[in-house]
């Protein structure tokens, strides 16, 4: 079982397909603030298991809509002094113009606002907005609850910021040692140079948004009792998007296949897939290494939201080890995506 948290867009399915591809009960999508505000992306859940049939068997609870310290004035100030990302995420300044173009919404006054031209997927139904606003649960209360139902057996999959899980580790002494695991897209390390001596796009691939959009979140989440933390750090660029692989997953037309093969593009890496299939399957890792981690949290660092790694012998108190993955069989990768976007579970 497991409780898939993200910040859902147009073309964030695949992570989703491939639990339930792989037999896995998906108890809920629930959403966070990261690349966009919450708001927007917890409709993108919706419309994207609507795609699929799928609203009737995986509900989409809603998250925490700010992180827990940061703001959009606190990031752009710590960016003048440490100097810009490639992509700042939610934090992006606002831009009237790209938001009417469709692109999901960033910083600007409210938060909640929704930006239907998004929705290349289709807007969901007012039925399920309806239902989905009328919900009182949210991530974090969903959490707690279905850890404390499920003993043992749910696994908690973070491919956004860590808001809503620090939000339910603080609510509940036994959330993390009564889940089954986390498993977490991002986390790099030893990526300096890579954010220099290349384009701006290996720069923001080796960026760590995930975690520095919301830097105490990860914090907490990451030195929580869970009995076992698994990291899709720097093994979540090992796998790169392709023409070829596209056209052949496009061989199979459904609507998944059609938004993957129109919407996708051939720059970015498997992200939050890569997190997905690890998990699913931990068969495909092929190198990792357990060792202790913490994120610093200091404003005044250049290293702000990033992860910091540690030996036994040297770690400080409070940190706690984690399953770090080097590398996947990328071929298996690529199958397991290929099957849950061509043949998708169904409810
Ligand atoms: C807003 O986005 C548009 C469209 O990409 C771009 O032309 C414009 O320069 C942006 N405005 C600012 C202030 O960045
Ligand atoms: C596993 O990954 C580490 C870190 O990238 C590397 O140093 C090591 O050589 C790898 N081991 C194997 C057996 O591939
Ligand atoms: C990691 O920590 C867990 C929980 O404290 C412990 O059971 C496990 O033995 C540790 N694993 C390694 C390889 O140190």
């Known amino acids: 079982m497991v409780i898939m948290d993200n910040d859902w867009g147009s073309i964030t399915f695949i992570p989703f397909l491939l639990a339930l591809k792989a037999d896995w009960k998906v108890l809920g999508l629930t959403s966070c603030t990261c690349n966009s505000w919450e708001h927007q992306q917890s409709l993108h859940a919706l419309a994207t298991l609507a795609l699929g049939n799928l609203t009737p068997c995986v509900p989409v609870i809603q998250g925490a809509t700010f992180p827990l310290l940061n703001t959009y004035q606190r990031f752009q100030a710590w960016e003048m002094v440490h100097g810009a990302l490639p992509y700042e995420g939610v934090f992006r300044p606002y831009n009237a113009t790209l938001e009417a173009l469709g692109s999901d919404p960033t910083a600007g006054d409210d938060p909640w606002r929704i930006i239907p ?9 007012a039925a399920l907005v309806d239902a989905l606003h009328s919900n009182p649960a949210n991530a974090a209360s969903f959490m707690v609850e279905q850890v404390r139902k499920y003993p043992g057996q749910v696994s908690i999959y973070v491919a956004g910021a860590m808001t809503n899980v620090a939000l339910a580790v603080r609510m509940d002494p036994h959330f993390a040692d009564l889940a089954k695991e986390l498993v977490i897209m991002g986390g790099y390390l030893d990526v300096n140079l890579f954010q220099v001596r290349g384009s701006l796009q290996q720069a923001d691939d080796n960026s760590d948004i995930n975690l520095m959009i919301d830097p105490e979140a990860a914090k907490i989440t990451l030195t929580a009792a869970w009995p076992s933390i698994k990291i899709a750090g720097n093994v979540a660029n090992q796998v ?27 720059y970015f890496p498997f992200w939050d897939e890569t997190a997905a299939a690890l998990m699913v399957d931990p068969s495909i890792i092929l190198n990792s290494t357990t060792f202790y981690v913490d994120v610093d949290t200091s404003y005044g660092s250049p290293s702000y939201g990033n992860l910091h790694a540690y030996q036994k012998s040297l770690m400080p108190t409070g940190v706690r080890n984690v399953t770090y993955i080097h590398q996947i069989d990328g071929d298996r990768l690529h199958s397991m995506i290929k099957a849950a976007v061509q043949y998708p579970a169904t409810c």
């Open 117 to 125: 031209e998004a929705f290349t997927e289709g807007f969901p139904s």
């Open 240 to 266: 790169i998007n392709s023409q070829a692989f596209l056209d052949e997953v496009y061989q199979v037309e459904n609507p998944y296949s059609t938004i993957f093969y129109n919407n996708y593009g051939t």
